[in-house]
T-cell receptor, first 115, second 113 residues
């Protein structure tokens, strides 16, 4: 079974630009969540989608948004990039969310550098 | 939001057992305790999870305190490949939609040959 796939693997953008990151979950997984990882803040939860609906959202500004498609693939978008947005963005999928409490399966992330 | 506390780093010798502690004093009754580990340049990898009872799988064991305010991840025989950052997190299993998944800073495990 293929794992979680994130594209692109590396990205360099300029301040003020916007960026879209993509995540393909494990086949059959319906929940996709996104995380930002930086050396200073560690892993921080961005948001979680299930069946095309955002179920939870972390404490990030509105510049960070996401969506999930009917095939469970997900994208996250960051608008008006700032230098502080430079980070590793990780996507994780799970079978379900809530009562099933299935484990998270992470991709290897997209490394975003903002210059 | 329920949070976890872990030591910043721990060191072990190869083929010796390793006990990685995690405190979660504000855990709620529906929170599952999950452990993940992250190797350099990779995303976190699921290790084990549990609710109340101790759990075993091929990778590790999870010992959960009776009051559930702490837990310990046990690697029975550490290998060099176990060197990683280990994260203990709480994941709400109530089916509610208002939880925020919180990762601590994790424990950097060094395994000496």
């Amino acid at each position: 079974k293929a794992g979680v796939t994130q594209t692109p693997r590396y990205l360099i953008k300029t301040r003020g630009q916007q960026v879209t990151l993509s995540c393909s979950p494990i086949s059959g997984h319906r929940s996709v969540s996104w995380y930002q990882q930086t050396p200073g803040q560690g892993l921080q939860f961005l948001f979680e989608y299930f069946s095309e609906t955002q179920r939870n959202k972390g404490n990030f500004p509105g510049r960070f948004s996401g969506r999930q498609f009917s095939n469970s693939r997900s994208e996250m978008n960051v608008s008006t990039l700032e230098l502080g947005d430079s980070a590793l963005y990780l996507c994780a999928s799970s079978l379900w969310t809530g009562r099933d409490n299935s484990p998270l399966h992470f991709g290897n992330g997209t490394r975003l550098t903002v210059t | 939001d329920a949070k976890t506390t872990q030591p910043n780093s721990m060191e072990s010798n190869e083929e010796e057992p390793v006990h990685l502690p995690c405190n979660h004093s504000t855990i709620s009754g529906t929170d599952y305790i999950h452990w993940y580990r992250q190797l350099p340049s990779q995303g976190p990898e699921y290790v084990i999870h549990g609710l109340t009872s101790n759990v075993n799988n091929r990778m590790a064991s999870l010992a959960i305190a009776e009051d559930r305010k702490s837990s310990t991840l046990i690697l029975h025989r550490a290998t060099l490949r176990d060197a990683a950052v280990y994260y203990c997190i709480l994941r709400d299993g109530s089916g509610g939609s208002n939880y925020k998944l919180t990762f601590g800073k994790g424990t950097l495990l060094t395994v000496n040959p």
